[in-house]
């Protein structure tokens, strides 16, 4: 097998929002680089299922509502 045909794997540091931090391996840039997160798995709606935080302001959701209001 080829050895440029895979990208390096090893470990880098990933800092969440919150500051903490772990490590991990991956491709992402070189040995003991830092990734340094701008949106939080921990707390982001789209992780963790929470509806509350997304707000639909006449947007698709109401048009929709409108057009189909006396339907059934």
């Known amino acids: 097998m080829k050895s440029e045909g895979h990208p390096d794997y090893h470990f880098i540091t990933v800092v ?7 490590q991990t391996r991956s491709t992402y840039g070189k040995e003991g ?3 340094v997160l701008d949106i939080d798995p921990t707390t982001h709606a789209a992780w963790t299922g ?9 947007g698709r959701v109401s048009r929709f509502k409108d057009k189909f209001k006396g339907f059934m």
């Open 16 to 22: 969440m929002t919150d500051g903490t931090e772990y």
């Open 33 to 35: 680089d830092r990734l």
């Open 50 to 58: 929470d509806t509350n935080a997304l707000l639909d302001r006449g």
